[in-house]
T-cell receptor, first 113, second 112 residues
Framework: DADVTQTPRNRITKTGKRIMLECSQT?????MYWYRQDPGLGLQLIYY???????NKGEISDGYSVSRQAQAKFSLSLESAIPNQTALYFC????????????FGSGTQLSVL | RKEVEQDPGPFNVPEGATVAFNCTYS??????FFWYRQDCRKEPKLLMS???SGNEDGRFTAQLNRASQYISLLIRDSKLSDSATYLC?????????????FGRGTSLIVHP
């Protein structure tokens, strides 16, 4: 079983719909991240959480919200999806520390029509 | 200016070639540095950490130059399977902590 699991793997939706992407991990890590990737671009940070009570905006948080339901679960919501939110979304975890390494889920391809 | 910058390439090299990528970062207080590999539309996977003393893992060598604020990745004896995008990641200060920040990635194509 994957250590970091994202659902769904693919989603097609219409403009204005509310969408939730889910991420769960079995690594026991406190830190969780949501990134989006557009073709030809690197990963841009949407939101991150260092523990259940700590939520922080990343560089591109507008139009997104998150919920950290438990140490193992971190969900990303698009309240009213728009076409330029079409992208590949990755969840990642890490244990922090001075040499922090990221572990990724397999990604969710979201298409907003 | 982006915090972490990479030449997007693509670098198109024959099998057996040696190829090098650089990555520059803007915040001198950045703490730790990594190279990740990403295959098309797959999740990034850690390739190696990068240290000032340099580190080597088989055909791959990574180096950090703090004075000039860049990191490098050298791949010797390129294989077809090395074709991928190589992402530079820098843990940069943000709000009292450090956040992993990605470059755009450098595309490598190794051809027969």
């Amino acid at each position: 079983d994957a250590d970091v699991t994202q659902t769904p793997r693919n989603r097609i939706t219409k403009t204005g719909k509310r969408i939730m992407l889910e991420c769960s991990q079995t690594k026991g890590h406190d830190r969780m991240y949501w990134y989006r990737q557009d073709p030809g671009l690197g990963l841009q940070l949407i939101y991150y959480s260092f523990d259940v009570k700590d939520i922080n905006k990343g560089e591109i948080s507008d139009g997104y919200s998150v919920s950290r339901q438990a140490q193992a679960k971190f969900s990303l919501s698009l309240e009213s999806a728009i076409p330029n939110q079409t992208a590949l979304y990755f969840c990642a975890t890490s244990d922090g520390g001075t040499n922090e390494k990221l572990f990724f889920g397999s990604g969710t391809q979201l298409s907003v029509l | 200016r982006k915090e972490v910058e990479q030449d997007p390439g693509p670098f198109n090299v024959p099998e057996g070639a040696t190829v090098a990528f650089n990555c520059t970062y803007s915040n001198s207080a950045s703490q730790s540095f990594f190279w990740y590999r990403q295959d098309c539309r797959k999740e990034p996977k850690l390739l190696m950490s990068v240290y000032s003393s340099g580190n080597e893992d088989g055909r791959f060598t990574a180096q950090l130059n703090r004075a000039s604020q860049y990191i490098s990745l050298l791949i010797r004896d390129s294989k077809l399977s090395d074709s991928a995008t190589y992402l530079c990641v820098v843990n940069s200060p943000s709000g009292g902590s450090y956040i992993p920040t990605f470059g755009r990635g450098t595309s490598l194509i190794v051809h027969p």
